[in-house]
């Protein structure tokens, strides 16, 4: 989920490159848009949140005509300025004449936290209505785009591809394709499996946060919780805290969530139905299939692309699980799979799969 810094430095040279006078490059551009769905948060008050922006080469001389757009979300803990060498894989794709033309919008779901999940939460905000309203309103407003679903592509890795394939499946109203990448995805046992409960995960430590936090009033609470925030040294809790935000807010104090463990002398004790609030997040996959059959039955595409050897072993038998579950009820995908990690084959999956994919699909008039 993070990036290597050679990576960094790529993505440097080539957002400097995007930003040439040359007619056969696009535009690629950091603004900030205004965020209401993200106004209730209880973490932070920013009134916007950057996006990021890509124009394709004729944007600024051919004023007639509209584009489709693609938008990309990021992972967890990742950034806008991190993929600026985006704009420099379409450009080369669309020099080559391998993709037409399109606008490609660079969505960020991290905050305080390392990220949101693109779902709404008492808590940390709605973000699933920051994407779907706010983010697609403003472009459509502000930008020549082709203003119907067939024309929109919701697209992602990670984290973001785990958004992209929930935001599809329930707003096939507003994007018709999905492209997703190494998605966050459950199978029957991936809770139990990854890293915020296997092996001991993070239960300790945040057991203990949650026994630091409970003889404080509800100020004081909140004051500790958000020091404790700043100072997260450990990634692992710091994506627990933001999985529980997410998926089992509690607003009444910090740390704003319910936890499904607690420890009775010796005795660990699991709360079933909190458990299942966890569950359900990456989670519930054969009842959102069941629930949202005729949604996902009206997308043009739904395609997943994931490692054999991905670093987050569940993400690869979630993957699975959901493949084989889509297949099992007859609805169409397509599962490309490499021999990569969690992130090793990124940017060809980019520029060789996401983007010609999505090409052959979207409606460009």
Known sequence: MRYSLLCFIFSVFTLTACHSQSSN???WSVIDIPAPSLSHSMLESDAN???GIYLPPSYETSHA???PVVYFLEGYSSGIYDKGYTCWILDTLIQKKQVPEMIMVNVSGR???GGSFYENSPVTGNWEDFVVNDVVNYIDNNYRTI???ESRAITGHSMGGYGALNLAMLHPNVFKVTYSMSPGAFDEDGLAQCQIFRNGGTIQPILELLEKLKPLNK???HKAYMDYITNIKDWNIEFTLAYGMTFAPNTSKAPYFDYPLSVNGSDTIRNEQIWLKWEKGYGGIENDIDNYQNNLKALNLLAIDCGYNDDFAWITEGTIYYSDLLTDKQLPHIMNW???THGSRYTESIQFGLFPTVASIL???
């Open 338 to 340: 490499h021999l990569g």
């Open 49 to 51: 949140k950057a996006i």
């Open 65 to 67: 005509k509209n584009y």
């Open 147 to 149: 203003q119907k679903p």
């Open 25 to 27: 490059s696009g535009t």
């Open 111 to 113: 905050y305080s936290m």
């Open 219 to 221: 100020e004081d609470a």
């Open 363 to 365: 409606h460009f008039k």
